[in-house]
């Protein structure tokens, strides 16, 4: 029997994806949509986490294991990569947004638009 | 130690190893900062050629790092190791980046002097390098990921490097939050054919999509791909962070971020023809790509006709560029079959891919003697420029080459490739040949402008003389690569691009 519960993981993903999305889209704040992009990136690890579970699986440790399923290492790892990289990303971007305010003396995203002119 | 069998490794992991030496070392004198810099970019260069030359003359190999043998088909390997794929599509793409990489790094010496914390722009700029060197040699998604991100963060540093500016932040803003996000799906991609596949390695997978064609993940995953590479690669409904980052970048920074995009390029081909191979429905696939080139080819020559900034001028007319490419290969995989790519479809590919090496290198020409101009002049609006040619007369003649290479005047190295387009699409349909000679058309009336603007005219005395020999020295070395590829088009095509096209496995 798959039981129906195996699928909600994927359920939040989608929502947390939705809800960055719908913050880097539509709000001003530059901070918050840094936020969405955080809040899609948790989405995401959930997605990669919930990708690699298997069921009745054991841990791929090779010396002196049971003559079991063993799950593939492999999405925690990229998991694992996915979350370093978002730490240097989320504060690389906050680094950028503090220097925007020094030099604009604000961080709404209508009003940063120097490049433009 | 046998050396040519390490060079894909070496040709990222010298990058990575002086870009961390660098800012140890370089504590120690200028000069010896200099000359570590001056060694990484040499030694990349020199392994790429090395690369280049087994694979042209021996042929490819598959790298697998931590593997006593090199051995792509033990399944045992193929599941847990990292793979690098030497072959001959990685030898023009990484003969693309290093010679661009090369003309940047001599050009920075003489640029960037004076510059505070130079230690860490040439840190950054050997990341980046490093970082675009293992996105195009990479043999699976999870070093694709990693390396697309390494890519991101240093040239995102790169551009936001002159941070005393608030425009150089805001572009580097803009790009790393448009990367950032395209790291992301590209992540739900990677996940979506792992979730169905069980694998990450390219050759593996692209087995698993043969065995089951019709699948919709696939599909998804492959539209998700096209999306995040589409926007690095900045064609058109994603390309507005390019010409920010490329005119708010430090000078020779700028070919840098152009060639990360043209590097995202090679991974798009690499990822659809390794990977998809001709599972992907090339007719739909084909339309799409035709669709992104007109539009970029379109709209970047467009925007570029009402600019008045040089830098930014220039960085539209790349973004045409582009365009260019993605038509091309659009229109190869239009006459996709099973046999492979037949008729118009070869002279379509071969003009797409000639034109990606072609196009880095001119265009790395014409934004380093636009940058020269800045730097001589400090100034970047062409209506105060003016009379440059007087005092400036090798940033002129290199300048002037770079403009009609992009504008595609033959005898020029830009004419051949565009030449191979237009006979190719016009055989595919004769409106998208008339598109190209029209966008061809406009690019020369805007090179003429920029260039009538700010070097001919009676002199204003707007700079005391040529640029220092440092700057003149790297556009020299990239001219001198441009005229090779003018006088002997033929052999470039014959020698390094129809590997390329073979390495994809579209031509037997």
Known sequence: MISWFLHLPFLVVGILVAIGLYTVLFKNNLIKIIMGIAIIQNGVNLFLISLAYRKDGVAPIWTSAPDEFMVMPTPHALTLTSIVIGLATTALLLSFVMMIKRHYGTIDADKVRRCRE | M?????APTLILGLPLLFAFLIPLLGRISKDMRDILFLMGLLLTGLFVGIMAYEVLTVGGWTYVFGASTSEPTNPITSYFRITFVADGFSVLATLTIALVALGAGLFSFDYMAGHAALDKFYSL?????AGVNGMVLTGDLFNLFVWFEVTSIASCGLIAFTNYRGKSVEAALKYMILSVLGGLFLLISIGLLYGQYGVVNYKLLSDGIAGSPGLFV?????????????MKASTVP???????????????????IAITSLGSLFVLFRLTFGVYGVNMGPGVIGTILIILGVLSMFIGVS??????DLKRLIAYLSVSQVGYMTMAVGVALTTWTAEGINGYGIMAMEGGLFHMINDG????????????VIHATGKRDLNELGGLAHKMPYTTVFFLLGALSIAGIPPLSGFSSKLLIYQSVYLYHPILAIIALVVSIVTLAVICKAFFNAFLGPDQGQTK???PKGMLIAMGL???VLIIFTLFPHYVVAEIVVPAIRALGVIP
């Open chain 2, 2 to 6: 046998n050396f040519v069998e390490h």
């Open chain 2, 125 to 129: 700029f050997l990341l980046t390098l």
């Open chain 2, 218 to 230: 696939n599909k998804l995953a492959l539209g998700i791909l096209l999306l995040v590479f589409g």
């Open chain 2, 238 to 256: 994603m390309h507005m962070w390019a010409p920010d980052a490329y005119s708010e970048s430090p000078g020779p920074a700028t070919p840098l």
């Open chain 2, 303 to 308: 925007m570029a006709l009402v600019q008045s």
């Open chain 2, 361 to 372: 290198v001119y265009k790395a020409l014409l934004f380093l003697a636009a940058i020269a």
């Open chain 2, 465 to 467: 003389g040529e640029v």
């Open chain 2, 478 to 480: 990239l001219t001198v």
